[in-house]
């Protein structure tokens, strides 16, 4: 459910990204409108 909540809100705000976990580390990387990622 919350997969598809955020891929909802993602399409209808014109958010992409990718999240990684690499040993121990999280990184998440979001690209779109300043806007619309700031409010991320």
Do not use: C, F, P
Request: net charge positive; glycine share 10%; proline share 0%.
């Amino acid at each position: 459910m919350l997969l598809q909540q955020s891929r909802h809100a993602n399409v209808r705000t014109g958010v992409a990204g990718v999240l990684l976990y690499v040993r121990g580390s999280i990184v998440q990387v979001l690209e779109g409108e300043k806007v619309a990622v700031d409010a991320h």
